[in-house]
């Protein structure tokens, strides 16, 4: 029998070939609700900043993918007792674990549903599959909500050095063009070991996690934070809070997409839990549902409605001003006089509930490593595991556990 077709293989930039057995893993990439994740921008609205980073949440599902069955079987040769089961268990896990994300990735993760993280949703789908495929993702569950005696499958899906990250650092650096988030994932995925249960690196691979965390903060900065991605993002969210009021007030707006509709015509929360109606509509959304629905709404009647839908498609967007430290202040009147006196050059309504829609207050917020409450652990010649921060040579990492908090205003070019 030729083994070759007991596998397929995926052509990938970032890690090359990507070999997945046949089976139940293919039987889920081939599923609707992975195959979704096609048609969701990994990075959300960057690429209004990075023109190539148009990847998908379903590449960095197979990449991670990949990335975890490198680790297991690396675990393995270093004689760490990892099952079958628990190797599928994982692979399910770490390919899942992004189902949950809804249209642009984390853009209007709240905007949609209130009181709601895409992972709800992701173990809400994943619950969801298990049924369907009659118990085969039970242990995959296990895995991604923490309740496996092997805590350490657990961390290799989440912790401060998962596999989630390693792939989305290297795949959204390459695909901006940001070559300081290239991360050496090699070696450190040859040098994890497993220690009393836990996930430990070798100290010879104390430079790449030094490498790593400084690429996390690097891309923070860059990419995930840059400020017209910020604006962006601030352009779509007042897009759908504008589109929420005018069908609140009774307007028959055109939205294309109805399970959008359903998302828009009445408030939706996860608080107490995601019914599978709500999950159902949701699965159906992509980015394609918001992006033929902005283009509607760009000619609607509503002027407001109209001029940031138009603003959005055409790439006029707002301006990020950073309010660098705690003395410098906004003056927020002259900012809502001269938002008006720009809206009313323009021929566009400019009452207090219209100006609203062009200026805001917000804060990013980025943590290259919380050592606290979730350390990397360094193994020292003697066999002792030793937080990073406090491993030898590594001292001046402490400065990058502290959070940078930066507050922004958004508004339009002329009004600051």
Do not use: C
Request: proline content about 3%; glycine content about 4%; overall charge positive.
């Amino acid at each position: 029998m030729d083994k070759s077709r007991q596998y397929k293989i995926f052509n990938d930039p970032i890690h090359g070939f990507i070999t997945v057995p046949k089976g139940v893993i293919l039987k889920l990439i081939d599923h609707p609700y992975v195959q979704r994740l096609r048609r969701i921008r990994q990075l959300g609205l960057g690429y209004l900043v990075f023109p190539a980073a148009e990847h998908s949440r379903f590449s960095h599902a197979i990449g991670a993918l990949e990335l975890a069955q490198r680790v297991l079987k690396n675990l393995k040769e270093k004689d760490t007792t990892i099952s079958d089961a628990e190797v599928r268990g994982t692979l399910i896990a770490i390919l899942l674990h992004d189902i949950g994300h809804g249209p642009l990735s984390h853009t209007l993760e709240h905007t949609l549903i209130e009181d709601f993280n895409h992972e709800l949703m992701s173990l809400k789908i994943m619950h969801n599959l298990n049924r369907e495929f009659d118990g085969e993702l039970t242990t995959a569950i296990e895995i991604f909500t923490d309740q496996h005696p092997k805590k350490f499958l657990h961390q290799l899906i989440s912790s401060q050095l998962d596999i989630d990250r390693l792939d989305y650092l290297k795949r959204d650096s390459f695909f901006t063009g940001v070559s300081e988030g290239s991360v050496g994932i090699n070696r450190i995925l040859k040098t994890m070991r497993v220690i009393n249960g836990n996930v430990v690196i070798e100290k010879k691979g104390i430079y790449a996690i030094e490498n790593y965390i400084l690429s996390r903060r690097l891309m923070y900065m860059q990419v995930y934070l840059h400020k017209t991605v910020l604006s962006a993002d601030s352009l779509i969210q007042k897009i759908f809070t504008r589109a929420k009021y005018l069908i609140e007030k009774g307007e028959n707006l055109r939205t294309p997409s109805s399970p959008l509709s359903y998302f828009l015509k009445s408030k939706r929360s996860a608080k107490k839990t995601i019914s599978n109606e709500l999950m159902r509509n949701y699965l159906a959304l992509d980015d394609h549902d918001i992006f033929i629905s902005i283009k509607a709404w760009s000619t609607e009647k509503d002027p407001i409605l109209s001029d940031l839908s138009s603003r959005f498609l055409n790439r006029d967007l707002f301006k990020t001003t950073f309010i660098e430290n705690r003395n410098k202040k906004i003056d927020k009147e002259k900012l809502v006089t001269n938002t008006k006196r720009l809206l009313k050059k323009s021929g566009l309504p400019y009452d207090d509930e219209s100006t609203k829609y062009y200026f805001g207050f917000d804060k990013s917020y980025s943590e290259a490593y919380k050592y606290e409450s979730e350390s990397i652990w360094i193994l020292e010649e003697d066999d002792r595991a030793v937080e990073f921060s406090k491993a030898a040579d590594t001292k001046h990492i402490i400065a990058l556990t502290k959070p940078v908090v930066k507050p922004y205003a958004v508004h339009l070019k002329d009004a600051l």
